[in-house]
């Protein structure tokens, strides 16, 4: 694969993961009505809404901000990988190990998590709560994967493995109807099982199963929890998950009452940086 080739694939990957996308909801949706399955349709259209802007504005920030930012590393780089199988799987593991990183900071870190929050809101699974996603993902979320050139791969190589990682991210929300438990697979790869975990508020289910396609890191850093028990959806917080507006802005509302109200400096320090908790858990909705 030379220069160009690579060029035209990544204009292919970056088309595909919104079609592909766009066309498994459509399809989930008429299926799950054929089948009469109860699904909200204010929890669907506060995703899509959610979705447009969320991966509207990373792809913007991508092509324009951080594109560019992959390349400054990339003329840094310690060494050139090449074009080769081998930057492809080293691209493949560091990508699926920064997003566990990503992924667990933005349930750790409090002011992280305010944009994160976005997506746990809805208390469906289906393929629409994929894309739930906060409008300002694009401020934090590509910061943990624009440095990888620096290891000698190319930023076309990061950003088309990028477009697997997210179509995979998809697929894993799929509606339970459709995909049960698979067995030694959810061992080993993030499953539709394994993710549903991820999106309980059961107490067991809580800050589990961090991974987008590897299993491993969950793994490696005990935060891997097997689905023994029906997953509640949403999060602890009182959110109308129906609400555009209020899932986008109700844990920064939280955020700020928590800050204002702190005595010192320290303290506002350690709300922003340690995990959620205070007036997120227990403040009546607004």
Request: some cysteine.
């Amino acid at each position: 694969m030379n220069s160009e080739d690579l060029a035209r694939a990544l204009d292919v990957s970056m088309w595909a993961t919104y079609v592909i996308s766009l066309t498994v909801i459509v399809l989930e949706f008429v299926v799950l009505r054929r089948m009469r399955e109860r699904i909200s349709g204010r929890e669907g259209y506060a995703s899509i809404y959610s979705g447009l802007f969320a991966f509207g504005g990373i792809a913007v920030a991508n092509r324009i901000v951080f594109l560019g930012l992959m390349y400054v590393a990339w003329s840094y780089r310690f060494f050139d990988l090449g074009l080769g199988l081998t930057p492809w799987v080293i691209a493949f593991v560091v990508y699926d190990l920064m997003f566990y990183v990503a992924h667990r900071a933005g349930h750790r870190i409090r002011l992280l998590w305010c944009f994160h929050s976005v997506h746990h809101t809805s208390e469906e699974m289906r393929l629409t709560t994929a894309i739930r996603g906060s409008a300002f993902d694009f401020v934090y979320l590509p910061w943990f994967f624009i440095w990888i050139p620096i290891l000698g791969i190319h930023p076309s190589v990061v950003l088309i493995v990028e477009a697997f990682g997210r179509l995979w991210g998809v697929a894993t929300h799929i509606h339970p109807r459709f995909v049960g438990r698979l067995g030694w697979l959810d061992r080993w790869i993030v499953t539709p099982s394994v993710h549903r975990v991820h999106h309980g508020r059961n107490a067991l289910y809580l800050d589990r199963n961090y991974g987008e396609v590897l299993v491993i890191w969950d793994h490696l850093f005990n935060s891997y929890q097997v689905e023994n028990e029906a997953p509640d959806y949403g999060v602890l917080a009182p959110v109308d998950s129906g609400s555009f507006m209020d899932i986008q802005t109700s844990a920064w509302r939280a955020l700020w009452r928590d800050v204002y109200a702190a005595q010192s400096f320290t303290q506002r320090l350690n709300i922003l940086l340690g995990p959620p908790g205070g007036s997120y858990m227990n403040h009546p909705k607004e």
